[in-house]
């Protein structure tokens, strides 16, 4: 099964750190994304990734940044957290042709005080 | 850009009930996916359908692109079946963007 691994199930930051998601996939996917899910609002595309050192803007990329560096890690950067910032963070990857179904991780919590 | 809206929100069933939830999404897309998220947060492919019937044990899909809605039927509904349920389309962009609905959030009563 392909696994899609984020590092941190749970963090904790201040206003203003500057904040590191990871996420990694064993499947060889091209294409990554990164989402985050607000109750009522569903998930909300940041980020997405098809190809190494290639990044799309998603429908909320304000305020993030992002690096893929290497085909299977996907990293999201908050360089000065906010409070707004609190959220649920998804990653997930997929395909590049064919049956483009996205494989999830577990998720990561983040709160920013 | 694209709009994708489900139906109904909220959602509270007996066990053993059937039900329908509902997909519209407002442009053309290369596909569809239904998943589902249990209470602990994991997000689970159900369905990739972007066109057509397909059919899963007690859960089917259908897809009518060129009326641009789906429809997710469950049978004989179960307590593990409750969750959030969402609906995603797929767009071409530089690469392949999917676009999230709000979600129908079911509860299962035993």
């Known amino acids: 099964d392909v696994k899609v691994t984020q590092s941190s199930r749970y963090l904790v930051k201040r206003t203003g750190e500057k904040v590191f998601l990871e996420c990694v996939q064993d499947?060889?996917?091209?294409?990554m994304f990164w989402y985050r899910q607000d109750p009522g609002l569903g998930l909300r595309l940041i980020y997405f990734?098809?190809?190494?050192?290639?990044?799309e803007k998603g429908d909320i990329p304000e305020g993030y940044s992002v690096s893929r560096e290497k085909k299977e890690r996907f990293s999201l950067i908050l360089e000065s957290a906010s409070t707004n910032q609190t959220s649920m963070y998804l990653c997930?990857?997929?395909?590049?042709?064919?049956?483009?179904?996205?494989?999830f991780g577990a998720g990561s919590r983040l709160t920013v005080l | 850009g694209i709009q994708v809206e489900q139906s109904p929100p909220d959602l509270i069933l007996q066990e053993g009930a059937n039900s329908t939830l509902r997909c519209n999404f407002s442009?053309?897309?290369?596909?569809l996916q239904w998943f589902h998220q249990n209470p602990w947060g994991q997000l689970i492919n159900l369905f990739y359908?972007?066109?057509g019937t397909k059919q899963n044990g007690r859960l089917s899909a259908t897809t009518v692109a060129t009326e641009r809605y789906s429809l997710l039927y469950i049978s004989s509904s179960q307590t593990t079946d409750s969750g959030v349920y969402f609906c995603?389309?797929?767009?071409?962009?530089?690469?392949?963007?999917?676009?999230f609905g709000a979600g129908t959030r079911l509860f299962v009563k035993a």
């Open positions: 995603a389309v797929e767009q071409r962009t530089g690469g392949f963007k999917t676009i």
């Open positions: 997930a990857s997929s395909q590049y042709s064919g049956a483009n179904v996205l494989t």
């Open positions: 359908i972007p066109s």
């Open positions: 990734s098809y190809d190494v050192k290639m990044k």
């Open positions: 442009d053309s897309v290369n596909n």
């Open positions: 499947m060889d996917h091209e294409n």
